[in-house]
Every structure is written in structure tokens, then in C-alpha cells.
């Protein structure tokens, strides 16, 4: 059996755990503050959705900073695999965003009811910071091959 870890060098795991205990303290810190936010001032949204959309922002963060700094893909196999499914991936966020867009001004979908965030609001999240991601990943990757070339 295959472990998650393999593949993966020291550099990449300590940049993984760093970026994971970064993420987790970022959660915490957010659920204050939403915490703090919605005794004082507003409820912005159902408890399904805060806590969903605090859980997206920071799995995100992870990502990205993982991406950014190298330690996303560990060998050239799940390399090339990201290298494929990101795009797909991406384009099936930027369908569905053109699906779900005339379905709200219609009055179909309401991310937004009586005055908080509905669930619809959690795939229209997740739709848009995917398609950041797959920018940040391409551009990690042309600048290491351009780094290779010199």
C-alpha cells in the first residue's frame, strides 16, 4: 500500500506541515473572529455556511501556499496528474458559474436570504478560488521550467 507521503522530500514535508499548522491557526482565528462578529454586530450567514466558507478559506490558504512554494505534487507522476486535472477541474467550476448565474438573476438561486448567506454562496466560493489555484499552479510551473532553461 502507497503511502500519502511518499514521493514527497523533507523540504516538501516540513513546508507542508508548516503551511497545515499555518492553516489550522488561521481557522481558529477566524472562527474567533466570526465568533466576535456575530455577537456584536451580525449573523451573516447559517451556521452550515460560516462554518463551511471559514473551513474553504483555509483549506485554500493551504493550497495554494503549498502550490506557491513547491510541495504541492511530490514525484513527477502526481505532478503530471495535477497538471491535467487542475485545468479540468477549472473549467468545470467556470460551466458551472455560467449555469448558475442566469439561474440567480432570474431569481432561481438566492445566494443571499434574509439578509444572510445561503448554501448556494459555498459553491459560488468554491468556484472562484479554484480558478486562482489553477492560475498559481501554472504560473509555479512556468517559472521553475524557466529556472531549468537558464
Not at 502507497?2 to 507542508?16: K, T, V
Not at 478559506?57 to 513547491?70: A, E, K, N
Not at 448556494?120 to 524557466?146: A, N, Q
Amino acid at each position: 500500500m502507497n503511502s500519502p507521503i511518499e514521493g514527497y522530500d523533507e523540504r516538501q514535508l516540513s513546508l507542508r506541515h508548516k503551511f497545515g499548522y499555518q492553516a489550522f491557526f488561521l481557522l481558529l482565528g477566524m472562527t474567533a473572529l466570526n465568533a466576535y462578529i456575530c455577537n456584536v454586530f451580525y449573523v451573516w450567514g447559517d451556521q452550515a455556511v460560516m462554518s463551511l466558507s471559514l473551513i474553504l478559506i483555509s483549506t485554500y490558504y493551504f493550497g495554494i501556499r503549498t502550490i506557491s512554494s513547491g510541495a504541492y505534487t511530490g514525484d513527477k507522476k502526481s505532478e503530471k496528474r495535477a497538471a491535467v486535472s487542475l485545468p479540468f477541474v477549472c473549467g468545470f467550476h467556470v460551466v458551472f458559474l455560467l449555469w448558475m448565474l442566469p439561474l440567480v438573476n432570474r431569481g432561481h438561486i438566492a445566494f443571499i436570504e434574509d439578509g444572510k448567506a445561503a448554501l448556494p454562496f459555498i459553491s459560488l466560493l468554491s468556484s472562484f478560488i479554484i480558478i486562482p489555484f489553477t492560475i498559481v499552479y501554472y504560473v509555479k510551473r512556468s517559472r521553475d521550467k524557466k529556472e531549468e532553461r537558464s
